[in-house]
């Protein structure tokens, strides 16, 4: 019986190749019995991304919770910016938003909203303006955002604002802290402006809006800011 077993063995190998062979060139395309890649199976789509509305406010995005902007108690009219220290539209913004304000009298509500996805030191000089908002005046404050925003094409990194600090620090007569935000304080206060700016839905800086007691208007031409704020009290 010996003598037939390598023969049968040989049989037995050649069938079953030419069964597989047989059955793999006829089984549909993308038999889930099939290894590796196969080029008929269909790709997963990726979700779709939504996109913005161009005749929506916010840059093309619809904001999203507003019940925050309201003018401070016994005012009429206010104006809110949300603005980053290191994005040059703000450095564009700022005086114009300065100047209307002392212009027409109405109170400016700042918040912070450092973009730090794409910007490096905008975080740092945030808690900086707010360490001298809170420790030393807010009128001081307000210079140091302008010294920044006028100075931002010599501030590239974090040291390059570490010495453009201190030397603005020097030149005001005040003494730069060892520790900016020790307890970090101001910090907390920064997160919290970015964090309203997020429940607000803001894609992008500066975001400025003229407010009343019963609506808002974004504005997204600054040269128009004026206007805005005569229809705004004229409406109030």
């Known amino acids: 019986m010996k003598k037939y077993l390598i023969p049968a063995t040989v049989i037995l190998a050649v069938a079953a190749f030419a069964g597989y062979f047989y059955w793999s060139s006829n089984r549909p395309a993308g038999d889930a019995a099939s290894v590796g890649s196969d080029e008929s199976a269909p790709a997963f789509a990726q979700p779709?991304?939504?996109?913005?509305?161009?005749?929506?406010?916010?840059?093309?995005?619809?904001?999203?919770?507003?019940?925050?902007?309201?003018?401070?108690a016994g005012s009429k009219v206010a104006i809110f910016v949300f603005e980053d220290l290191e994005c040059p539209a703000c450095a564009h913004a700022f005086p114009v938003v300065r100047t209307a304000v002392e212009h027409y009298k109405i109170p400016l509500v700042?918040?912070?909203?450092?973009l730090t996805e794409i910007h490096i030191w905008s975080f740092d000089a945030a808690v900086t303006a707010r360490y001298l908002q809170d420790h030393v005046s807010p009128k001081l404050a307000d210079t140091f955002r302008?010294?920044?925003?006028?100075?931002?094409?010599?501030?590239?990194?974090?040291?390059?604002?570490?010495?453009?600090?201190?030397?603005?620090f020097q030149s005001h007569g005040q003494t730069m802290p060892f520790v900016m935000d020790a307890g970090g304080a101001c910090s907390s206060e920064v997160k919290a402006d970015r964090a309203l700016g997020d429940r607000l839905g803001i894609h992008s800086t500066p975001c400025i809006l003229v407010?009343?007691?019963?609506?808002?208007?974004?504005?997204t031409d600054v040269t128009q800011l004026g206007q805005l704020i005569q229809n705004a009290l004229t409406e109030a």
């Open 48 to 72: 779709s991304q939504p996109q913005p509305n161009p005749n929506a406010p916010n840059m093309g995005f619809p904001f999203l919770d507003t019940s925050m902007l309201k003018p401070p």
């Open 110 to 114: 700042r918040h912070d909203f450092p």
């Open 146 to 168: 302008g010294d920044v925003f006028a100075h931002q094409n010599t501030i590239s990194n974090k040291d390059d604002l570490d010495a453009f600090t201190r030397a603005w």
């Open 211 to 219: 407010v009343t007691q019963s609506k808002y208007v974004q504005v």
